[in-house]
């Protein structure tokens, strides 16, 4: 089963003008029944592409299944944009799914 959280932009609140800008899709990939383990997919969408670019992709490992999916869409956000050497929000631009040089 996939999980798929998509972000688009409503232009002046006109939805034949929306337009997707990325996509997560979380996907379960096992674990025991109380903390499963998840791999995800962070897609962007270029302006003049409408195929989705992989910029990102993991696992994480050990979510507690008893907390909502939001909580668990929070924290693959987390994880993809914090610094794991700072703890600091990454605020580089990801755009070949590895951290920028320097993160």
């Known amino acids: 089963m996939t999980l798929r959280v998509t972000l688009e932009i ?18 379960n990939s096992g674990g025991p029944d109380e903390a499963s383990n998840y791999r995800y997919v962070l897609s962007e969408f270029e302006r003049d592409n409408p195929e989705p670019v992989c910029v990102r992709t993991g ?3 050990g979510f507690d299944r008893s907390r ?26 990801i755009t070949d799914g590895r951290r920028p040089k320097g993160d």
Request: proline residues 2%; hydrophobic residues 40%; charged residues 30%.
């Open 68 to 93: 909502k999916a939001w909580s668990l869409v929070k924290e693959i956000l987390k994880c993809i944009f914090t610094d794991s050497k700072t703890g600091r929000t990454n605020k580089s631009r």
């Open 59 to 61: 696992e994480f490992m």
């Open 10 to 27: 409503v232009p002046f609140g006109q939805e034949a003008a929306k337009r997707t800008l990325g996509l997560l899709e979380i996907s």
